[in-house]
């Protein structure tokens, strides 16, 4: 196991939007929680508050100094 992957549960994660779900007035990230780690695959288990869902991204910014 790899433990350079593991991050702190429930820290600030950014995601960036795609592409084609933004205009250009929006911002370029999302402001999401961590939950987890997905299993067999190599992406983070992500909160989006708006939405109020969980999904998977890979390509996660964390933000572990607020929680500490």
Known sequence: MNYLTLRIFDCLAYIL???QEKN???FKS??????GL???V???RLWDP???SPFNSKDVIFDE???L
Do not use: P
């Open 30 to 35: 999302k402001k999401c929680i961590f939950i």
């Open 65 to 67: 100094e607020s929680i």
């Open 42 to 44: 190599k992406s983070f």
């Open 50 to 52: 708006k939405k109020r």
């Open 17 to 19: 939007v795609d592409s």
């Open 38 to 40: 997905t299993r067999g």
């Open 24 to 26: 250009k007035l929006m």
